[in-house]
């Protein structure tokens, strides 16, 4: 079996921290006067699973183009300096035991609408890099999360009816059904409801029920 993973709100919780980062932000572009340190984990756990870009334009609207460019790189290097520098433990009880299980006879890959250079930065911290056989993300290739997973079925040769997109949000559903995978809710995650009315399908509650699949 394949099981190609979500990270925010599926392997981790990092919006605690990264509020915090984007804060900071915030502060250093000189909006901190207007808006203050106003972003918060709860907000950001709504806005998760999108590309960066249409997160910042969400929680900072009407920006000009040269204090959104200036946003987006100052976003970029405080977040992946703070979830860099950051020595808790921020996965969800069971993910790295559950991974390590897994790969002994499956294949591990990731996709996520993240950043260039968050998914190595994850598998680091998590000690996962050498369970995780690709990885494809929004900042790197500029693709949305459907093409990405095509991208990773292709170049990997895999079989669709036996690959699951594991995420936990409608956006991530709705991804893996476009690209043709199946689809196992983490119902523990960000969603704040199951990712389509009337959805039926494989759901899990914790990570570690992964392992009926596996």
């Given at each position: 079996?394949?099981?190609?993973?979500?990270?925010?709100?599926?392997?981790?919780?990092?919006?605690?921290?990264?509020?915090?980062?984007?804060?900071?932000?915030?502060?250093?572009?000189?909006?901190?006067?207007?808006?203050g340190?106003?972003?918060?984990?709860?907000?950001?756990?709504?806005?998760?699973?999108?590309?960066?870009?249409?997160?910042?334009?969400?929680?900072?609207?009407?920006?000009?183009?040269?204090?959104?460019?200036?946003?987006?790189v100052?976003?970029?290097?405080?977040?992946?300096?703070?979830?860099?520098?950051?020595m808790?433990?921020?996965?969800?009880?069971g993910?790295?035991?559950?991974?390590?299980?897994?790969?002994?006879?499956?294949?591990?890959?990731?996709?996520?609408?993240?950043?260039?250079?968050?998914?190595?930065?994850?598998?680091?911290?998590?000690?996962?890099?050498?369970?995780?056989?690709?990885?494809?993300?929004?900042?790197?290739?500029?693709?949305?999360?459907?093409?990405?997973?095509?991208?990773?079925?292709?170049?990997?040769?895999?079989?669709?009816?036996?690959?699951?997109?594991?995420?936990?949000?409608?956006?991530?559903?709705?991804?893996?059904?476009?690209?043709?995978?199946?689809?196992?809710?983490?119902?523990?995650?960000?969603?704040?409801?199951?990712?389509?009315?009337?959805?039926?399908?494989?759901?899990?509650?914790?990570?570690?029920?992964?392992?009926?699949?596996?």
């Amino acid at each position: 079996m394949n099981y190609i993973l979500d990270i925010d709100g599926t392997l981790w919780d990092t919006t605690e921290i990264v509020a915090e980062a984007w804060n900071d932000a915030t502060e250093e572009v000189g909006l901190g006067n207007s808006l203050g340190r106003f972003v918060t984990a709860d907000m950001l756990k709504k806005e998760f699973g999108k590309p960066m870009d249409v997160i910042i334009e969400d929680l900072y609207p009407g920006q000009d183009s040269e204090t959104w460019d200036r946003l987006m790189v100052s976003i970029k290097r405080h977040e992946q300096e703070q979830v860099g520098g950051c020595m808790q433990d921020l996965s969800y009880p069971g993910v790295i035991s559950t991974l390590k299980k897994l790969a002994a006879d499956n294949k591990l890959y990731i996709v996520s609408n993240c950043q260039d250079g968050y998914i190595p930065l994850v598998m680091d911290k998590l000690g996962i890099t050498d369970l995780i056989s690709d990885y494809e993300s929004f900042g790197a290739s500029g693709l949305l999360k459907a093409d990405n997973i095509r991208l990773v079925v292709q170049r990997n040769g895999l079989a669709p009816d036996e690959t699951y997109y594991i995420g936990d949000t409608r956006g991530d559903y709705e991804s893996a059904t476009e690209a043709g995978v199946r689809f196992i809710y983490a119902a523990y995650g960000f969603g704040e409801e199951v990712p389509v009315p009337g959805y039926v399908g494989q759901s899990i509650s914790s990570f570690d029920e992964l392992l009926k699949w596996g």
